[in-house]
């Protein structure tokens, strides 16, 4: 079977855990016991090395410095035999906060949104905010003036619709019918921070649902998945000895669009090269 070249545009603010579902992706596909396998010689592992590093001790690994920008490409196999090169970024988060806040798209940045085959986009529920609105504000407060003090800015959900339009608007992809390529994966992140016991698509639509809408009347089929990369908090000076002794491979999982959970975090790659 022909190699595909799969180039991923990895989208997350800072903070999401992209370093850590890197770092956990790379232990699986070294490992070998997931639907995908490493399948030759990966180059440049270096963003991942100290994240794996303090993995195996059972600690969390530090910020990502906000100008850093690396890949790393795994040549990889699925159980069909389907190969792909992977290129798996890892970068500060704040060049996305920045690209949005500044509504500019850095050179760099527009070629990796030419060549990116699929995107993956990170959200942490956890960290965003609810919006305050006309459905949140109480009516008896709809007449008053805001106070001085209440500067606007764009709520979490307008933020994200206007990364993804942005980068949509320089992409290759045709607006003339809903979009296939590139394909879109949304990971809600460190899942196992979300308290409710909702399938993925479900915690998306109640947290965010103008983006939810957004997402799917732009996209044909976008993919919307919990991604539990560690399965627990860890804390960056204290080792979990469970974490040591059994191995970070132990440990993540992530929720199909149908509600199961399944230990194999490299399944929505593996769903996107059979997809292909
Ligand atoms: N509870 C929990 N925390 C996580 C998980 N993945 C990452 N984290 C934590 O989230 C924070 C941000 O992760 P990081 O990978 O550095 O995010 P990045 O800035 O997007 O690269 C760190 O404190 C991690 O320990 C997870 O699956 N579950
Ligand atoms: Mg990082």
Redesign the pocket.
């Known amino acids: 079977m022909p190699s595909l070249q799969r180039s991923v545009l990895l989208l ?10 890197g770092a956990q992706l790379l232990k699986r596909l070294i490992v070998g016991r997931s639907s995908l396998k490493m399948d030759g010689q990966a180059t440049n592992l270096r963003p991942f090395e100290q ?1 794996m590093e303090s993995l195996a001790d059972g600690c ?5 410095p906000a100008g850093a920008y690396e890949e790393s490409v795994w040549p990889v196999v699925d159980e069909q035999g389907q190969q792909a090169q992977l290129i798996w970024p ?1 970068y ?2 704040e060049q996305i906060k920045n690209l949005i806040s500044d509504h500019r798209i850095a050179a760099p940045w527009r070629d990796r949104v030419d060549a990116a085959t699929d995107w993956i986009l ?1 959200v ?1 529920l956890h960290i965003l905010k609810g919006d305050v609105d006309i459905f949140s504000r109480p009516l008896a407060d709809l007449g008053k003036t805001a106070a001085a003090s209440a500067s606007h800015r764009p709520s979490d959900q307008a933020r994200l619709i206007e990364l993804l339009q942005m980068l949509l608007h320089i992409s290759p992809a045709s607006r003339d019918q809903p979009i296939d390529l590139p394909s879109l994966t949304i990971l809600l ?5 979300v308290e409710s016991k909702m399938e993925p698509h479900a915690a998306l639509r109640a947290s965010l649902p103008m983006f939810c809408d957004f997402v799917e009347s732009v996209w044909a089929h976008p993919v919307i998945m919990g ?8 804390a ?1 000076d204290k080792s979990d000895q469970d974490y040591a002794i059994r191995g970070p491979e132990a440990f ?1 999982y992530i929720i199909r669009p149908d509600g199961t959970s399944d230990p194999d975090i490299t399944w929505p790659i593996t769903n996107l090269l059979s997809a292909a």
């Open positions: 997350g603010e800072s903070n999401v855990g992209k370093t850590h579902y994240a969390a690994t530090g910020h990502t890892d500060g988060g990170l942490r992140s460190c899942w196992d921070e991604l539990s990369a560690l399965e627990r908090s860890l960056q993540g």
